[in-house]
């Protein structure tokens, strides 16, 4: 299972774009990178997922370079609401017999008004 | 659709005490699995499952049972509490062919004295 690195924490200020970048280097050919969103006293929320390149939807984007060794979740013009915990996670489908997404301690995001 | 469904929100056990946290889908997603997240920390996979009647071990096993009799249920039992097993325990479940898009329930927060 390949293991991530990302920041413990990190601030912005409302109206700015937030870019957190997570390291997967021993990421393997079958992962798929995935982000998921956590406020306080609630369960995660699936972001975005993506193989390669430029993934985008209404909440991020996911940009992944051509080694994948490394990806950014960009979250555009952050608002106090965004103030969370994400999380990068690196796996392969269950069904090969790997085991399911495993978690790390996430990236405390704090927006300041 | 209701989603995710755990019960008990809240529960308080004494020391050697047995009891089964609730969770119920109804999207019928095939992949279900039990996370536990203490203070501060990210989430630890307990055990998971890939469909009705089979269940693996996640990182956490030690200390808790699971079955899976149905699609739509997959109980978590704590077989004789410890004060270590205070957490909050999460539910998740997600379609076989989109495993990395996990729905999360909202939690049982339990404390054992």
């Known amino acids: 299972l390949a293991k991530t690195t990302q920041p413990i924490s990190m601030d912005s200020y409302e109206g700015q774009e937030v870019n957190i970048t997570c390291s997967h280097n021993?990421?393997?050919?079958?992962?798929?990178i995935t982000w998921y969103q956590q406020f306080p006293s609630q369960g995660p929320r699936f972001i975005i997922q993506?193989?390669?390149t430029k993934v985008t939807n209404e909440v991020a984007s996911l940009f992944i370079p051509a080694d994948r060794k490394s990806s950014t979740l960009s979250l555009p013009r952050v608002s106090l609401s965004d103030t969370a915990v994400y999380y990068c996670?690196?796996?392969?489908?269950?069904?090969?017999?790997?085991?399911?997404?495993?978690f790390g301690k996430g990236t405390r995001l704090s927006v300041i008004a | 659709n209701a989603g995710v469904t755990q019960t008990p929100k809240f529960q308080v056990l004494k020391t050697g005490q047995s009891m089964t946290l609730q969770c119920a889908q109804d999207?019928?997603?095939?992949?279900m699995s039990w996370y536990r997240q203490d203070p501060g920390m990210g989430l630890r996979l307990i055990h998971y499952?890939?469909?009705?009647?089979?269940?693996d071990q996640g990182e956490v096993p030690n200390g808790y049972n699971v079955s899976r009799s149905t699609t739509e249920d997959f109980p978590l039992r704590l077989l004789s509490a410890a004060p270590s097993q205070t957490s909050v325990y999460f539910c998740?479940?997600?379609?076989?062919?989109?495993?990395?898009?996990?729905?999360f329930g909202p939690g049982t927060r339990l404390t054992v004295t």
């Open positions: 996670l690196v796996g392969d489908n269950w069904s090969t017999g790997n085991t399911p997404l495993v």
């Open positions: 998740a479940s997600s379609l076989a062919v989109r495993p990395y898009e996990q729905y």
């Open positions: 021993n990421i393997a050919t079958n992962d798929y």
């Open positions: 993506g193989y390669k």
């Open positions: 999207m019928n997603h095939e992949y």
């Open positions: 499952s890939v469909g009705a009647g089979i269940t």
